[in-house]
């Protein structure tokens, strides 16, 4: 019930606190067969691969919010960490678009990581090989 009573707006609520306890009763019957269920990810897992999201909706909606939210807030912490030492060393060197487009590449550098560069390269030089060409034409 506190779980429905968080997530609850006025009168609307994400979730029935009632009918989720009686969800999570009953899934047991459903996980007796499955071997690993250790986890609610593992849950979350079960329910998604038989389709089972109509019988448990707010079982469905209280593991994904569960697996969803941070259990810390470490990682927004770390963000600002990141942009401190950026922010010191070019603070006077660039604009703030600049700035913060390096503090994004710094903080999401597991995605940066995989981004394939020569492609990008490639396009940026057809671009201004065109623009050149266009330029000398005219003169």
Same mark, same amino acid.
């Given at each position: ?29 459903? /996980? !007796? &067969?499955?071997?690993?269920? $250790?986890?609610?990810?593992? %849950?979350?897992?079960? @329910? ?50 600049? /700035? !913060? &487009?390096?503090?994004?590449? $710094?903080?999401?550098?597991? %995605?940066?990581?995989? @981004? ?24």
């Amino acid at each position: 019930m506190d779980l429905h009573n968080h997530l609850k707006d006025g009168s609307d609520s994400d979730i029935d606190g009632v009918e989720l306890c009686t969800e999570i009763v009953n899934i047991k019957q459903f /996980l !007796i &067969s499955c071997l690993d269920v $250790s986890s609610p990810l593992n %849950i979350l897992q079960y @329910i998604f691969d038989y389709e089972l999201q109509d019988i448990f909706p707010n079982l469905w909606i209280a593991l994904r919010l569960l697996l969803t939210l941070p259990a810390t807030v470490a990682s927004g912490e770390r963000s600002f960490s990141k942009l401190k030492p950026i922010k010191t060393y070019l603070r006077f060197t660039m604009a703030n678009e600049r /700035l !913060i &487009s390096l503090s994004v590449l $710094s903080i999401e550098n597991e %995605i940066a990581a995989e @981004i394939d560069f020569s492609t990008i390269i490639l396009s940026f030089a057809e671009r201004k090989s065109r623009k050149v060409l266009i330029d000398n034409k005219f003169k």
